[in-house]
């Protein structure tokens, strides 16, 4: 979801947006409940949940108990080569949606 030119950083939460993941994330959460799961420790979970509600003005929630969780999503789920244009498409399709029919509200 974020531009990772400077690597792993010691877990710190940086980086600008990819261009395109955060209207690809308001529209998916328009249709779906979306889950970010991230490998970075949990101390930075907050970090990174504020991140996400600070550029999408969507509400965020730290879920730490994953035995509450159904399903987990993984960024190596759908390969992604940093173009959310062409991403969009293979994710609204994997989750039931009519990629022609789904548009992002810009």
């Known amino acids: ?6 690597g792993w ?3 710190e939460v940086y980086g600008e947006p990819i261009p395109g993941a955060i209207d690809a994330l308001r529209l998916l959460a328009r249709h779906r409940a979306v889950f970010i799961y991230t490998a970075r420790g949990r101390r930075t ?13 969507l509400a965020t929630r730290v879920n730490t108990d994953l035995d509450t969780a159904y399903w987990l999503g993984c960024d190596k789920a ?8 062409a991403t969009l498409p293979v994710v609204t399709r994997a989750i039931g949606l009519d990629p022609a029919t789904v548009r992002p509200s810009i």
């Open 1 to 6: 979801m974020r531009v990772d030119d400077r």
């Open 78 to 85: 759908v390969h992604f080569d940093g173009d959310w244009t």
């Open 9 to 11: 950083m010691g877990g």
């Open 45 to 57: 979970h907050q970090a990174v949940a504020d991140r996400v509600a600070r550029h999408s003005g």
